[in-house]
């Protein structure tokens, strides 16, 4: 007999990790610390004592690591357990409020749309905030010459801090419209679990002193990945009282290319299997050799796409079998390196 789905509020940080674990490929601190922030999260919503005594506070998470590591498809899953509403951001479509640009209620706004409409409900849900480093302020990162206000920095990050320290505020109804100030509600975002992501891909590496490289073998030597101090992403350009809001950081690391092969096949919605049943809907077997995944895996990592540029891959190699598809009834599709090769050699 199946044992029952638990409820969110009855989660434990151990069930919470095993449901990130199933889809998620390696990350595990990343995993551990968010099933750890997601149940604080679950506890301070469901339980009114500690709402009304404000004592205990949640926990914003920070995740920082390459394109392509997990770090979207972390907070999609976790939202997923957790059955709360969840909207993804994009810190580079934001500017200070008066500018041309979103300003940050319309996060808010789209938790609202995922939610139904429903403000009770997207006032305990999650939004997902991409590209974070994105918005440092210039003046401290230097990386643009740009004059003028810094609409696109100091100034979203202010209007970030606000919403993640928790006010209220009048959030757009329809944010395909939000700049006709009309049709508005009052939303809370106090209890509204953040988290927040970028690649600071100048903070993650660092040159290894004296390196010439190359390795004695001829191989290419990589970076040396260093642990980023509030106080590197400070003279990045994010101003001390929005890390002050993130107080759980988390570094994530790049997939190896036995993690991204497992990606490519093993979680339940794993690109193999999506195929898979794709093909099968049409009375069509699939089956991919290892090596022909082994060479999906290796075009990722030349053209630096991470696992999020999988599907890519993986519809270039698909490509002529789904447009035949129609025509190939009843047999059975063997995909081998040497397809897969000749198909992404187009794409070089």
């Known amino acids: 007999m199946k044992k029952p789905k638990p409820a969110p509020s009855d989660l434990t940080p151990e069930q919470i990790y095993q449901h990130l674990d199933r889809y998620v490929i390696g990350q595990q601190k990343a995993k551990r610390t968010l099933a750890v922030a997601a149940y604080g999260h679950i506890k301070r919503i469901s339980s009114p004592a500690l709402l009304k005594s404000g004592i205990v506070k949640k926990s914003n998470v920070l995740l920082i690591g390459p394109t392509g590591c997990g770090k979207t498809y972390l907070a999609r899953h976790l939202a997923e357990i957790l059955e709360l509403p969840f909207a993804i951001a994009d810190a580079t479509e934001y500017t200070e409020a008066g500018y041309y640009g979103k300003d940050v209620e319309v996060m808010a706004g789209e938790l609202l ?17 991409d590209e974070i480093d994105k918005v ?11 004059g003028g206000r810094d609409i696109g920095g100091e100034g979203v990050q202010q209007s ?5 320290e928790g006010q209220k505020l009048y959030v757009p109804q329809d944010v395909t419209q939000h700049w006709n100030k009309h049709d508005f509600v009052l939303m809370d975002t106090t209890n509204i679990l953040f988290i927040c992501a970028g690649t600071f891909s100048d903070l993650r590496t660092e040159k290894i002193p004296g390196a010439s490289g190359f390795t004695s073998k001829g191989a290419a030597q990589k970076s040396k990945h260093k642990k980023i101090a509030t106080e590197d992403l400070a003279r990045h350009g994010m101003i001390p009282e929005l890390l002050g809001r993130l107080p759980v950081v988390v570094q994530m690391e790049e997939l190896s290319s036995d993690e991204m092969l497992l990606v490519l096949k093993e979680p339940p919605d794993s690109l193999v299997r999506q195929y898979g049943e794709m093909m099968s809907a ?14 999906i895996v290796t075009a990722a990592e030349k053209r630096k796409v991470g696992a999020r540029g ?38 070089e």
């Open 113 to 129: 749309q995922r939610a139904g409409g429903n403000v009770e409900l997207a006032q305990m849900g999650i939004i997902f905030i």
């Open 136 to 146: 440092a302020r210039k003046g401290e990162s230097g990386r643009t010459g740009a």
């Open 160 to 164: 970030l801090l606000r919403m993640l």
């Open 282 to 295: 049409d009375g069509i077997g699939l089956a991919f050799a290892d090596d022909a995944l082994r060479e």
């Open 310 to 347: 999988l599907r890519g891959l993986m519809e270039e190699v698909m490509h002529d079998h789904l447009f035949n598809a129609p025509d190939l009834r009843g047999t059975t599709l063997e995909i081998t390196a040497a397809y897969v090769k000749e198909r992404l050699a187009h794409g």
